[in-house]
């Protein structure tokens, strides 16, 4: 359960609707202009603090220091001083300006990793500073009106990571930002939701984990992946793909424009664009088009603990191909599997010939979707082996690939549903 800010506030606090409304006065009470924007500066696992005021007066707008602030209600700002600096404001990397970048922006709401607007800002002073410490996201707008009863409900600002579209804060904030609290999977399905200008930010935060950057381009749909890879150059697009699960950069070089395809795999790492090389010619709809080359394919004269130790090393493959055990014979065909539990139960001296399942079900590569779904679903397998005509392993399906390629594109579409109330 949330609480709202002011339910445990012991210091003052203002809201920056509130500000915004009312006058900047000097030492003496006299009216001096408006509040245009408070300035605060973003800080590593603390709330920004709040290091200057742009002030609206009659000769325009004007850099005001908070330590000549010496009171903010909501009624009026008072100045400790009867002069303004007319210095003009430079924006320095870091730097958040509330009212431009954030009041009536969208932003990331990270515990519900969701696109929400900042309806308002709370502001509270703690010692002798303002610092900002909550946004209210439920709410109407302050330039749409009074909210019911005058209410708010603020939540922790640091439950948010905000897109203020500076880059200079924006590469500030991802050394310390909350996107790396989410998941690939939705930070893709932010990228699929965000503006254009939005979807630039995120990008740019992302592009600074080059591991995570792969991650999410895996999630992203086939189109929107399509679009960005578009606008990068050669050398950035192979080595997203480098990356990528080969499978997946397979089928983003499809999506690729002819004339690049060629350039980009060149540009590719060896290893990588063997596997691509080899996926390349199977249709998406295919077992051979959903099958990833990664498993772990062992001897059948060797122990279950040695195969288990290769998993336990097997730290760079996807962890889904790992939850079986194939067992191979001299001539490299497959005789045998086993799943990862199973291996765990069994004595660690056992022979994979004498404990995998014998004669393992399997497709092949021109195997459409409906047999794979149909008999991964029949025999309750969360990887198919896909064999050439020799009895060798040419990849596997994993049940997310499979899953993934049974749904319906317009599916894909729907809006997701809440199952977390964010009151």
């Not at 009026?76 to 431009?100: M, N």
């Not at 001299?330 to 539990?341: E, M």
Request: charged share 25%; net charge negative; aromatic share 4%.
């Amino acid at each position: 359960m949330n609480t709202t800010v002011e339910e445990n506030a012991e210091s003052p606090i203002v809201y920056l609707s509130s500000l915004l409304k009312h006058p900047v006065v000097d030492i003496k009470g006299k009216p001096l202009g408006k509040l245009a924007d408070a300035i605060v500066r973003l800080r590593a696992g603390e709330y920004p603090q709040v290091s200057a005021l742009a002030v609206q007066v009659s000769s325009g707008v004007v850099f005001v220091p908070i330590a000549d602030v010496s009171a903010m209600s909501g009624e009026q700002i008072q100045l400790a001083t009867a002069r303004l600096d007319v210095r003009p404001f430079e924006r320095r990397a870091g730097e958040v300006l509330l009212r431009a970048d954030v009041l009536g922006h969208r932003l990331i709401d990270v515990e519900h990793a969701a696109l929400v607007r900042a309806n308002d800002i709370l502001l509270t002073r703690v010692q002798d500073q303002w610092v900002v410490t909550g946004l209210d996201v439920r709410g109407r707008t302050w330039w749409g009106g009074a909210k019911k009863n005058g209410s708010h409900h603020s939540r922790d600002w640091r439950s948010f990571e905000a897109l203020i579209g500076h880059e200079p804060s924006v590469l500030v904030r991802s050394t310390f930002g909350q996107l790396q609290r989410l998941k690939a999977a939705q930070i893709a399905d932010l990228i699929e939701t965000a503006s254009v200008k939005e979807q630039d930010e995120l990008l740019t935060q992302v592009h600074e984990d080059p591991e995570l950057e792969a991650d999410v381009f895996e999630e992203l749909e086939e189109d929107r992946l399509a679009q960005l890879l578009r606008t990068r150059s050669l050398t950035e697009v192979a080595s997203v793909l480098n990356r990528m699960r080969a499978d997946d950069a397979a089928d983003a070089v499809t999506d690729l424009p002819q004339d690049r395809r060629q350039a980009v795999l060149d540009l590719m790492n060896t290893p990588q664009r063997i596997k691509v090389m080899s996926l390349l010619g199977y249709q998406n709809a295919t077992a051979g088009g959903l099958m990833g080359v990664e498993y772990l394919a062992v001897s059948e004269d060797e122990t279950i603990e040695h195969a288990v130790n290769l998993v336990r090393v097997a730290t760079g493959q996807q962890p889904e191909a790992l939850t079986m055990i194939f067992s191979i014979d001299d001539d490299k065909r497959l005789v045998g599997a086993i799943s990862l539990v199973h291996a765990l139960q069994v004595a660690p001296g056992s022979l994979l010939s004498d404990v995998a399942e014998s004669d393992p079900v399997h497709a092949a590569p021109q195997d459409d979707i409906v047999d794979v779904t149909t008999r991964m679903a029949d025999f309750n397998l969360l990887v198919l082996p896909v064999l050439d005509d020799r009895g060798r392993i040419l990849g596997v399906v994993t049940v997310d690939d499979a899953l993934e390629g049974a749904i319906p594109d317009d599916w894909r579409r729907r809006e997701p549903q809440s199952h977390v109330s964010s009151t």
